[in-house]
């Protein structure tokens, strides 16, 4: 394999006018102790993300940040090394863009996202853009022809329909249903595919222009129909109640002209890839084998590539992630790959539609990734760029993966980030717990823990039971229900490198964001000898609201109360706002006021009740954010205020 150095990059205007160029000027190497130094390289996004190859193989698109902080989407020619910028997200509607993919060699399909008020609620929208790669000939595809002007979702692709180049299939809103329209990607014009049908969810493909799955709802049921290839006619795959998340039976991809389907379902209690045989006697039991299934842990996505978007592997994590894969040749391509750059994840990304060129990611915890392209024709790999250059001459820490015992003889499985060159420890500790709940923490590069680690913390991260990833019985009936195992679970992982002489049992502060903020605000009420302090980003402090101001269709409403109790004393108790008073630390809060997953009333009721009871209180509310908090600026001063609040509270030991 021929290795070829990095490509240079050089940058036209922005569509709109503004100029600029691609790369910002080189940042002075980090001091671990430089706080606000530290903050500005963490807190800012990559200089590369959601990179995919163009059709022919020539050419990358991707987005980055503007300087100004939001993300325009770029366009680069992988011979000349020129690039210029397209599109960029739309400010005075506050709809950004959240990814792009190519239509065909010359237009680029780009999403866009934002959350509006509509009726009195906050909203997540999304509209779908059609652009030539050098900026020209915007269209903001069926959004005139749409009736409802409050429709929310319009950037659903069913198809890309690679064998039209000027047409593709999206999910069509009409009153409370949905159908498939094709739509000129040029001239904006929509043709009904499929008449719209109330209480249906949204539509898949083969991938070759065949509609052959739906998803359809109604108040108590959940169903999946599948047509056979070259048929109209709708069958009943599978039912499953409407508020039932322990299920796992779900439809992964369709096996391109035939009527084999690969499935995710429960083998061994947990999740792993299956192929079906569809028939049109739907009432028979269907022919099926197990593709892929992992004795320890659930088989989490499935990898497609191509023009049609074949299935070619799925991915799972045991200690690291993994990659298996059933397509023989992109599996001895991945393994060359991993032959050729040693010691790292690689993920192979995209493939022109020719077959011939590769997009390669490649990374590690302590090397944030960097884009390759492959030619198999030349046997040539090109370095395209770093994700996160600026951080190039920054020694980052080890994320390493442990096990420890829980008080009632279960393992879990976590992660644990040393701060560099600070010797051996105790170290002061950031116990961070992940947010979901169904979510759970991967090896890899992590901006926020490779933060605390370089100004001088340790970080623990755990994969508690309620987390997702390791089976139903670890799942149980999430975190919200189980949340005292959960928070026991959290604990004894701190107990574990307490007594493994990693952390200072006197100065270990909880940092969570979402459940993870719930986490976090929890583990000192329930453990009040353990935290020095605790800080929620976007943290639930009442789950039972959640379950009252649960929106959207009834199916969905009903699917998130499930996960959150209705009644018994764990209301009350499982509450930071109704412990308020009990709160023996101090407590920093950040929210975003167009937060819909957890409204910022979560915080601002709960700054109100620790001020009320004569706590030791923080509250940065931050205007325009969503529930990620995802604008640059926001990001680098939220870990400015983190750092100057745990100098406060852990740098220093407690006086006996």
């Given at each position: 394999?021929?290795f070829?150095?990095r490509?240079?990059?050089?940058?036209?205007?922005?569509?709109?006018?503004?100029?600029?160029?691609v790369?910002?000027?080189?940042v002075?190497?980090?001091?671990?102790?430089?706080i606000?130094?530290?903050?500005?390289?963490?807190?800012?996004?990559?200089?590369?993300?959601?990179?995919?190859l163009?059709?022919?193989?020539?050419?990358?698109s991707f987005?980055?940040?503007?300087?100004q902080?939001?993300?325009?989407?770029?366009?680069?020619?992988?011979?000349t090394?020129?690039g210029?910028?397209?599109?960029?997200s739309?400010?005075?509607?506050?709809?950004?863009?959240?990814?792009?993919?190519w239509?065909?060699?010359?237009?680029?399909?780009?999403?866009?996202?934002?959350?509006?008020?509509?009726?009195?609620?906050?909203r997540?929208?999304?509209?779908?853009?059609?652009v030539?790669?050098?900026?020209s000939?915007i269209?903001?595809?069926a959004?005139?022809?749409?009736r409802d002007?409050?429709?929310?979702?319009q950037?659903?692709?069913?198809?890309?329909?690679?064998d039209?180049?000027?047409?593709?299939?999206?999910?069509?809103?009409?009153?409370?249903?949905?159908?498939?329209?094709r739509?000129d990607i040029?001239?904006?014009?929509?043709?009904?595919?499929?008449?719209?049908?109330?209480?249906?969810?949204?539509?898949?493909?083969d991938?070759?222009?065949?509609?052959?799955?739906?998803?359809?709802?109604?108040?108590?049921?959940?169903?999946?129909d599948?047509?056979?290839?070259?048929?109209?006619?709708?069958?009943?795959?599978?039912?499953?109640?409407?508020?039932?998340?322990?299920a796992?039976?779900?439809?992964?991809?369709?096996?391109a002209?035939?009527n084999?389907?690969?499935?995710?379902?429960?083998?061994?209690?947990?999740?792993?890839?299956?192929?079906e045989?569809?028939t049109?006697?739907?009432?028979?039991?269907?022919e099926?084998e197990?593709?892929?299934?992992?004795?320890?842990?659930?088989?989490?996505?499935?990898?497609?590539?191509?023009?049609?978007?074949?299935?070619?592997?799925?991915a799972?994590?045991?200690?690291?992630?993994?990659?298996?894969y059933?397509?023989?040749?992109?599996?001895?391509?991945?393994?060359?790959?991993?032959?050729?750059?040693?010691?790292?994840?690689?993920?192979i990304?995209?493939?022109?539609?020719?077959?011939?060129?590769?997009l390669?990611?490649?990374?590690?915890?302590?090397?944030?990734?960097?884009?390759?392209?492959y030619?198999?024709?030349?046997?040539?790999?090109?370095?395209?760029?770093?994700t996160?250059?600026?951080?190039?001459?920054?020694?980052?820490?080890?994320?390493?993966?442990?096990?420890?015992?829980?008080?009632?003889?279960?393992?879990?499985?976590?992660?644990?980030?040393r701060?560099v060159?600070?010797g051996?420890?105790?170290?002061?500790?950031?116990?961070?717990?992940?947010?979901g709940?169904?979510?759970?923490?991967?090896?890899?590069?992590?901006?926020f823990a490779?933060?605390?680690?370089?100004?001088?913390?340790?970080?623990?991260q755990?994969?508690y039971?309620?987390?997702d990833g390791?089976?139903?019985?670890w799942?149980?009936?999430?975190?919200?229900?189980g949340?005292?195992?959960a928070?026991?679970d959290?604990e004894?992982?701190?107990?574990?490198?307490?007594?493994?002489g990693?952390?200072?049992?006197?100065?270990v502060?909880?940092?969570?964001?979402?459940?993870?903020?719930?986490?976090?605000?929890?583990?000192p009420?329930?453990?009040?000898?353990?935290?020095?302090c605790?800080?929620?980003?976007?943290?639930?402090?009442?789950?039972?609201?959640?379950?009252t101001?649960?929106?959207?269709?009834?199916?969905?409403?009903?699917?998130?109360?499930?996960?959150?109790?209705?009644?018994?004393?764990?209301?009350?108790?499982?509450s930071?706002?109704?412990?308020?008073?009990?709160?023996p630390?101090?407590?920093?809060?950040f929210?975003?006021?167009?937060?819909?997953n957890?409204?910022?009333?979560?915080?601002?009721?709960?700054?109100?009740?620790?001020?009320?009871?004569?706590?030791?209180?923080?509250?940065?509310e931050?205007?325009?954010a969503d529930?990620?908090?995802e604008?640059?600026?926001?990001?680098?001063?939220?870990?400015?205020?983190?750092?100057d609040?745990?100098?406060?509270?852990?740098?220093?030991?407690?006086?006996?």
């Open positions: 394999m021929k070829r150095p490509m240079s990059w050089t940058a036209g205007p922005l569509a709109c006018g503004v100029a600029f160029l790369l910002l000027a080189p002075t190497a980090l001091a671990t102790t430089d606000d130094a530290a903050a500005s390289l963490f807190g800012r996004a990559a200089a590369a993300w959601g990179m995919r163009s059709p022919d193989g020539s050419k990358v987005l980055r940040n503007h300087p902080g939001f993300p325009i989407a770029m366009v680069v020619d992988l011979k090394g020129k210029n910028h397209v599109v960029a739309d400010m005075g509607k506050q709809m950004f863009i959240d990814r792009c993919q239509a065909n060699d010359e237009r680029l399909l780009c999403t866009y996202y934002g959350v509006q008020r509509v009726r009195g609620d906050l997540t929208m999304t509209r779908l853009v059609a030539n790669i050098d900026g000939d269209e903001v595809l959004q005139r022809q749409q002007n409050f429709a929310l979702y950037g659903d692709v069913v198809d890309l329909l690679p039209d180049p000027k047409s593709i299939w999206i999910e069509f809103d009409e009153g409370r249903g949905k159908g498939v329209s739509v040029y001239k904006n014009r929509l043709k009904s595919v499929i008449r719209p049908k109330v209480s249906v969810w949204g539509y898949a493909s991938g070759r222009g065949e509609v052959r799955m739906r998803v359809d709802f109604d108040r108590n049921w959940l169903d999946y599948y047509r056979l290839t070259g048929e109209k006619k709708w069958y009943r795959l599978y039912r499953e109640r409407s508020d039932d998340h322990t796992m039976y779900a439809p992964a991809a369709f096996l002209g035939t084999q389907l690969l499935v995710w379902d429960a083998v061994n209690g947990r999740r792993a890839l299956l192929r045989t569809l049109d006697d739907a009432s028979k039991p269907r099926r197990v593709v892929f299934a992992h004795d320890e842990v659930d088989v989490g996505e499935l990898v497609v590539l191509g023009k049609h978007r074949r299935p070619v592997a799925v799972y994590a045991t200690d690291k992630g993994r990659l298996h059933f397509d023989e040749r992109i599996g001895a391509l991945h393994d060359r790959l991993v032959d050729e750059l040693g010691d790292v994840a690689v993920t990304v995209d493939e022109s539609w020719d077959e011939r060129f590769y390669v990611w490649a990374g590690t915890d302590r090397e944030p990734g960097t884009y390759y392209r030619d198999r024709q030349s046997d040539a790999l090109s370095r395209i760029t770093d996160h250059g600026h951080l190039d001459e920054i020694q980052l820490a080890r994320m390493e993966p442990i096990e420890y015992p829980t008080r009632d003889g279960e393992t879990v499985r976590g992660y644990l980030t701060p060159g600070a051996k420890g105790p170290f002061p500790l950031i116990v961070h717990p992940h947010g709940p169904r979510a759970r923490d991967v090896w890899g590069y992590d901006w490779q933060y605390f680690a370089s100004i001088g913390y340790a970080v623990l755990v994969n039971r309620g987390s390791f089976g139903a019985g799942a149980g009936e999430g975190a919200f229900h949340w005292k195992r928070m026991e959290i004894d992982g701190v107990r574990h490198v307490v007594e493994q990693v952390a200072d049992p006197a100065r502060c909880a940092v969570g964001w979402s459940y993870g903020g719930y986490a976090a605000l929890m583990s009420l329930e453990n009040p000898g353990r935290y020095r605790a800080v929620s980003i976007a943290g639930v402090t009442h789950p039972h609201r959640l379950y101001a649960a929106v959207g269709g009834s199916a969905l409403r009903r699917y998130r109360r499930s996960q959150i109790p209705r009644e018994g004393p764990e209301i009350q108790e499982g930071a706002l109704v412990r308020a008073a009990e709160m630390v101090p407590v920093l809060l929210h975003g006021d167009r937060d819909v957890v409204p910022v009333d979560h915080s601002a009721d709960l700054a109100r009740a620790l001020e009320k009871a004569g706590k030791s209180i923080d509250f940065v931050f205007e325009n529930h990620f908090v604008r640059p600026a926001q990001r680098i001063d939220m870990l400015q205020r983190i750092a609040f745990l100098d406060e509270h852990l740098k220093k030991k407690p006086a006996n």
